[in-house]
């Protein structure tokens, strides 16, 4: 069988991280790499694949049948708008735009073409996290009535490149506010958050926060909470724990060595994955397996881009509830036709 044609819009850091899964692939092809840096022409060396500055030509291979849009956040929805006019399949990283209108347009126009559209939620990917959400589907801790997610991160960012990823709320926070949902099988209906800058005050120069605590509250009743930070300096943390009428179930801090010493004079457990690369790695292959499945399957992309809405949703809200100290409710835009 001929193997699946991609394209990867942006040669940073997402873009060379798909583009070494694609060539990898021994079912996908990765033809063209877009970039207006000449990274991207170094990139596409690296594969042996054709380089561009801009879209139209890739756009205009017959053979690429799936783009990859790993740009930056604020041209997300130009690019995604451009590839469901060429008739191309399409992950796009998140958030979709930098805007929930923008994100709005996206979504319409791949309903409208009924176009094949994934978004980069990786994490949903993960096995010990996809356990959890099977055992919570079977019934294991009964009903669902509280989530609890901490992410923070080895290091922080440089204020300007974390504003132009769409700030902690929503770069980093997006994949959590959809592990939620896919978690507690409901609707986001309400969010309050309190942020501040603790680590680096320049983020406040770009309105966004180092440090943030998030309460979501879900139709069915049961609520989120969330504990973000931009730095750790012991590695990257990130877990959940789901809580339900009959149990809890726990998607624990990962150690890339599964072995602890035990001696006289104490208890030595392995450290964390020193970055969220490290950490879910795996995740991005298993990622592009489902898409290559559901490309030559004609299926619809899971998670897809409602599921992106839906947390560019949640997240634009806690933006706005962290900048004005009160709980801000959260209009269902993403399963309205």
Not at 120 to 146: L, S
């Amino acid at each position: 069988m001929r193997p699946v044609g991609f394209g990867v819009i942006g040669a940073g850091v997402i873009g060379r991280i798909h583009a070494r899964n694609i060539a990898a692939h021994g079912a996908a092809e990765l033809r063209w790499i877009v970039d207006v840096d000449a990274r991207g022409e170094a990139l596409a060396r690296t594969h042996d694949a054709r380089f561009a500055r801009e879209l139209a030509p890739m756009l205009a291979d017959p053979d690429v049948e799936v783009v990859v849009v790993g740009s930056s956040t604020d041209v997300h929805e130009a690019h995604v708008l451009a590839c469901v006019e060429a008739g191309k399949a399409l992950l796009c990283e998140k958030p979709i735009s930098d805007s929930l209108a923008g994100a709005r347009r996206c979504l319409d126009a791949v309903r409208r073409a009924g176009t094949i559209a994934a978004v980069g939620f990786n994490r949903r990917f993960d096995t010990h996290h996809r356990h959890v959400y099977d055992q919570v589907r079977a019934g294991t801790i009964g009903r669902v009535e509280m989530l609890h997610f901490v992410s923070r991160s080895p290091q922080d960012m440089e204020p300007a490149a974390a504003a132009r990823a769409g700030g902690m709320l929503r770069d980093k926070g997006s994949h959590h506010y959809d592990l939620a949902c896919w978690l507690a099988n409901a609707e986001p209906v309400e969010v309050y958050g309190s942020g501040a800058c603790l680590i680096d005050p320049r983020h406040a120069d770009y309105a966004d926060v180092d440090t943030a605590a998030i309460v979501l509250r879900f139709a069915s009743g049961a609520l989120a909470t969330f504990a973000f930070n931009r730095r750790t300096g012991y590695g990257n943390d990130e877990m959940f724990e789901v809580n339900g009428a009959r149990g809890m179930l726990c998607s624990q801090r990962q150690h890339p060595l599964g072995v602890t010493y035990y001696g006289a004079e104490g208890v030595v457990v392995p450290g964390l994955h020193a970055g969220w690369y490290e950490r879910f790695a795996p995740t991005y292959a298993a990622e592009l397996d489902a898409l290559v499945t559901a490309v030559r399957g004609g299926a619809n992309a899971t998670p897809g881009l409602a599921d992106g809405m839906r947390a560019q949703a949640i997240a634009e809200a806690a933006v706005e509830s962290v900048a004005r100290g009160r709980p801000v409710p959260i209009a269902n835009t993403w399963s309205v036709a």
